[in-house]
């Protein structure tokens, strides 16, 4: 399956800014998913987004979908402390349910 | 939402000798669960997609033997890893399909450390 892979960024803003991460992957998908991990904890699903959509909004999360340049992108609006973890996207392949990660960003959100 | 447990949460053993983790989906049938890998700072790196009543699906490089799984019912999967080695030490995180939500759940997580 495709590798879903984030810019290798490591974010630290301060309280209220926005957080903007992004991913990319190769190969056609049949959705991607973002998700957080809080340190040495299980993941927390937050969004998905389908191939044949280009934005989807969730409270404070906004993920936007290019399938012609194969990346995706998560904005955390005005970020609080508890926003601070690991974020990661996921790609499912068409006709499976098979998730491959990308590396993650990790963001710090400084009070 | 489902809720998908894993036990246990951490675990230390000596080299060589061999360890199980169990993912269970709490309160829904999962007919595919998975297990996925996780070093420290990297990404989760799934190791095998376990159905319900039949083998286990390895990924490229990971070692069947090694890493035994079991799906015995709709409700728990159990990765056995053998003779475990230092190397082995890693996060363990299983995740299981629900049909009825169309969606993948994640269980919290195996923390194994191999003295």
């Known amino acids: 399956s495709q590798q879903g892979e984030e810019d290798p960024q490591a974010l630290s803003i301060q309280e209220g800014e926005n957080a903007t991460m992004n991913c990319s992957y190769k190969?056609?998908?049949?959705?991607l998913q973002w998700y957080r991990q809080n340190s040495g904890r299980g993941l927390v699903h937050l969004i998905l987004i389908r191939s044949n959509e280009r934005e989807k909004h969730s409270g404070r999360l906004r993920v936007t979908l290019d399938t012609s340049k194969k990346s995706s992108s998560l904005l955390i609006t005005a970020s609080r402390a508890a926003d601070t973890a690991s974020y990661f996207c996921a790609t499912a392949d068409y006709g499976n349910n098979r998730l491959a990660f990308g590396k993650g960003n990790q963001v710090v959100v400084i009070p | 939402g489902a809720v998908v447990s894993q036990h246990p949460s951490r675990v230390i053993c000596k080299s060589g000798t061999s360890v199980k983790i169990e993912c269970r989906s709490l309160d829904f049938q999962a007919t595919t669960m998975f297990w996925y890998r996780q070093f420290p700072k990297q990404s989760l790196m799934l190791m095998a997609t376990?159905?319900?009543?039949?083998?286990?699906?390895?990924e490229q490089g990971v070692e069947k033997d090694k890493f035994l799984i079991n799906h015995a019912s709709l409700t728990l999967s159990t990765l056995t890893v053998t003779s475990a080695h230092p190397e082995d030490s890693s996060f363990y995180i299983c995740?299981?399909?629900?049909?009825?939500?169309?969606?993948?759940?994640f269980g919290p997580g195996t923390r194994l450390t191999v003295l």
């Open positions: 376990s159905n319900e009543g039949s083998k286990a699906t390895y």
């Open positions: 190969t056609s998908i049949n959705n």
């Open positions: 995740s299981a399909y629900g049909d009825s939500y169309n969606e993948q759940f």
